[in-house]
């Protein structure tokens, strides 16, 4: 069951199970907070629900997960560069938070995931920070301007990375979003070309198919690979 958590100012929804031994982090928007509840019970069925799940609503989807600023590419919307704020918020206000409201260990594994722009938010916090045992970008704006460039030039600090993208993403008009499939396979070779633990799996459709289920898959990945060597936290209260 979802509890709503008041953290910094944003209404946090949050699941925990039984005995958590990880922690998932997701930044969400409204589409994303309406499909939560399916997207945690695929994640639960599939690994048994043992983990603390916190998502973080984005009012300003453009600005809040950009890491610079960037002319729209599609409507008329700039790209800010919020993620730096939104990152912040993660590492030193949700975090410590979640932590001593359920009273977790420090220690915990957390993975960093999300949709679109919220899966190259991922991506570039797992280079800023080492806070992020595991990547989970499901669908990621890989495509996004100069993103490439920086990701060549800064390794990726988590020991795992999923990727994943629709076979049909890059059949676009929009010449920017049309670079999304040979970004994703550059991606995926930076990845690799560091030595992490990587996958870029493919699925059926558009950008707008099945977010909540290609996100769940993105998450079952990573907690799979944490858990092939875990640390069990101790928790007293969930």
Same mark, same amino acid.
């Given at each position: 069951m979802?509890i709503?958590m ?11 199970? %039984? ?7 997701? &930044?969400?928007?409204?589409? =994303?907070l309406?499909g939560? !509840?399916n997207?945690i019970?695929?994640? !639960?069925?599939?690994c /048994? ?8 609503p984005i ?5 809040e997960l950009s890491?610079? !600023?960037?002319p $729209?590419?599609?409507? %008329? ?7 730096? !704020?939104?990152?912040?918020f993660?590492? @030193?206000?949700?975090? &410590?938070?979640?932590l ?7 220690t ?6 999300? +949709?679109?722009l919220a899966?190259?938010f991922a991506?570039?916090?797992g280079?800023?920070s =080492?806070?992020?045992? *595991?990547?989970a *970008?499901a ?5 996004f &301007?100069?993103?490439? $460039?920086?990701?060549k030039?800064?390794?990726n @600090? *988590?020991e795992h990375? +999923?990727?994943s993208?629709g =076979? ?6 929009n010449?920017?979003?049309a670079?999304? /499939? #040979? ?10 070309? #560091?030595?992490?633990?990587?996958i870029?799996?493919?699925?059926? /459709?558009? @950008?707008?198919? =099945?977010?909540? %289920?290609r996100?769940?898959? *993105?998450?079952s990945?990573c907690m799979? %690979?944490?858990?092939?060597? &875990?640390?069990?936290?101790? #928790?007293?209260?969930?």
């Amino acid at each position: 069951m979802l509890i709503t958590m008041t953290i910094g100012g944003r209404a946090c929804p949050v699941f925990c199970g %039984k005995r958590p031994n990880m922690i998932l982090l997701q &930044p969400v928007d409204e589409n =994303d907070l309406r499909g939560l !509840e399916n997207q945690i019970a695929r994640m !639960e069925q599939r690994c /048994g629900g043992d983990f603390l799940f916190a998502a973080i609503p984005i009012q300003d989807w453009n600005r809040e997960l950009s890491p610079w !600023e960037a002319p $729209a590419v599609f409507g %008329k919307a700039d790209f800010g560069s919020g993620a730096g !704020e939104t990152l912040n918020f993660i590492l @030193h206000r949700l975090l &410590p938070e979640l932590l001593r409201e359920f009273s977790l260990s420090e220690t915990l594994p957390v993975i960093l995931g999300g +949709y679109s722009l919220a899966g190259l938010f991922a991506l570039w916090s797992g280079c800023q920070s =080492d806070r992020f045992s *595991a990547i989970a *970008a499901a669908s990621p704006s890989v495509w996004f &301007p100069d993103w490439i $460039a920086y990701a060549k030039t800064n390794r990726n @600090h *988590a020991e795992h990375v +999923y990727l994943s993208l629709g =076979d049909r993403e890059a059949r676009t008009k929009n010449p920017v979003m049309a670079t999304v /499939g #040979s970004c994703i396979q550059t991606q995926l070779e930076i990845l690799r070309e #560091s030595g992490i633990d990587c996958i870029l799996e493919w699925n059926q /459709g558009n @950008h707008f198919q =099945d977010p909540e %289920k290609r996100t769940a898959a *993105a998450f079952s990945w990573c907690m799979d %690979k944490v858990l092939e060597n &875990p640390w069990i936290g101790q #928790s007293t209260f969930c």
